[in-house]
């Protein structure tokens, strides 16, 4: 091997060392602001108590996210390769992870008895990491349960990579687009009859905050009843928000494009990738909740994990196949299910909260109530031919697994194992 193809091997572990080194910095400092900002400065800040909790979730999570940094610093230039089989019987990654989950069922079933659940309330905050992890936890043991391993620094780079870069780059990109869809909305509604007579109507005072809740409700309204409006609406949760997430999520796979990886690989990896996400996200709305909400809070996100874990380990799985097979048409068929999966779930979720902002809004045109039924009902049908999907995508890898071992088998004599 020459000094530059060693220098090449080792970039990639040097540079994941770093990046966590810096993202295990942030978070511990951030870990230490959340608990001192709820313990320490609360009388100081006069925080109410919704607020305190807020912080302690959000330290909580800092603590969760710097153990995950921490574990990808520690293997990243350290080779850990995959352990060989063993006649030892032992408790399979997915049957830990179902009882866990099994666990979490059960403490959220006493939940809803009034006094454990006033006796569990004051520890949502430090517990709400850890019914975000289990859930996700199981979708990725459900996806790659009897596949080919992976090693470790390549699972502790994605989860490193997921909850920090990729997740603040996805948001910055968010932020940018609807800010630009803002902005157009703003100049064209401007220039509609109805709108400008109510603007000159209306004059901003010195004090912002004494802004007239009547105006907004009533311009919110008027916006909301324009169809064009409701139409990029669904656009813009329907289609862009999942076409940047689904193609950004797993994006750190190509910097293993001068490597081996197999399209099993690409989907494990996709699946964690996807947990990241769903950790970030789902930690965040959560601690934002009313506590008497947390239950239903959990059930909701647990959900929604499911849609980012799996729709990651297609587009994961569709990256791999295009840099093995080196045909850009490989990704087209995993992106496009993604990306339609991951829309319908947002439309839906719209949807569900279409009567809310109509009431809130005094729009006297209300959906029918059997859209109460129906909207619940497609939820439940997606979410489980979501989970039938990610269960024929790891019979279908396991099938191609084994057929590739047999022919190697044939060919060598040997069974072969990658190992980095």
């Known amino acids: ?140 043991e459900f996806g790659k349960r009897n596949l080919p391993a992976v090693s470790a620094r390549k699972i502790s780079a994605a989860l490193s990579l997921g909850t920090s870069y990729t997740m603040l780059f996805i948001l910055l990109l968010e932020i940018i687009f609807v800010a630009f869809i803002l902005a157009a909305t703003l100049i064209y509604l401007s220039s509609q009859p109805s709108v400008q007579q109510m603007m000159k109507s209306f004059s901003f005072p010195a004090d912002l905050t004494q802004i007239e809740t009547s105006f907004v409700e009533r311009y919110l309204r008027t916006t909301f009843q324009k169809p064009l409006f409701v139409l990029g609406i669904f656009l813009v949760l329907g289609l862009v928000i999942p076409l940047i997430e689904e193609s950004i999520k797993p994006i750190a796979l190509w910097s293993l494009q001068k490597r081996t990886l197999k399209p099993t690989d690409g989907f494990i990896l996709g699946l964690y990738f996807g947990a990241a996400f769903a950790l970030v996200e789902s930690t965040l709305a959560i601690s934002q909740t009313d506590p008497q909400m947390w239950v239903e809070s959990i059930t909701l996100r647990a959900a929604a994990s499911l849609i980012h874990i799996t729709c990651s380990g297609l587009v994961g799985y569709g990256y791999a196949a295009t840099m093995k097979s080196q045909k850009k048409a490989a990704i087209h068929r995993p992106f496009l299910t993604a990306i339609v999966i991951h829309g319908l779930w947002n439309s839906l979720a719209l949807l569900s909260s279409a009567n809310l902002i109509m009431t809130t809004l005094n729009i006297t045109q209300p959906l029918a109530p059997i859209y109460d039924i129906l909207i619940p009902s497609a939820f439940a049908i997606e979410w489980i031919a979501i989970l039938y999907l990610l269960s024929q995508m790891n019979k279908r890898l396991r099938h191609n697994s084994l057929r590739l071992s047999h022919n190697e088998t044939i060919d060598t004599g040997v069974h072969t194992n990658d190992v980095e």
């Open 1 to 140: 091997m020459t000094i530059v193809e060693q220098q090449n091997k080792d970039r990639l572990p040097i540079s994941q060392f770093v990046l966590s080194l810096l993202a295990l910095l942030f978070t511990l400092i951030a870990a230490v602001g959340f608990f001192a900002g709820g313990s320490v400065f609360n009388q100081y800040l006069e925080l109410d108590g919704q607020t305190t909790e807020l912080f302690y979730s959000l330290g909580s999570f800092s603590i969760l996210l710097s153990v995950i940094h921490g574990y990808s610093l520690l293997t990243a230039l350290k080779k850990v390769p995959i352990s060989p089989p063993s006649n030892r019987r032992k408790l399979s990654p997915f049957n830990r992870a179902t009882a866990a989950f099994l666990l979490l069922i059960v403490f959220c079933l006493l939940q809803l008895l009034p006094d454990v659940q006033r006796l569990c309330a004051a520890f949502y905050p430090f517990l709400t990491p850890l019914a975000v992890v289990i859930p996700a936890w199981w979708f990725v």
